[in-house]
């Protein structure tokens, strides 16, 4: 149930950060990245460039270190 948790997350929120889906879903980042190539591999969404800021914008974080994945289809 938790991928199509996941799936579901990304539709409604248009993108997220590994971190912030592993604290949504009570798992680890591992665990969250792996769910999400499978998604990927599905061509729904795909991974963002890295240095991409998160929705939140507030900058706290080094973007070097935050894996973004979006929503791509319609």
């Known amino acids: 149930m938790m991928l199509l948790d996941i799936k579901e997350h990304l539709r409604t929120n248009g993108s997220t950060a ?12 591992e665990k969250a990245k792996s769910m999400l190539e499978h998604w990927v591999k599905k061509g729904l969404i795909r991974k963002q460039a890295p240095g991409s800021l998160c929705q939140s914008g507030c900058r706290s974080c080094e973007p070097s270190t935050i894996e973004i994945y979006e929503w791509i289809k319609p």
Do not use: E, G, P, S
């Not at 590994?18 to 980042?29: E, S």
């Open 18 to 29: 590994v971190r912030d889906l592993a604290l949504k879903f009570n798992i680890t980042q």
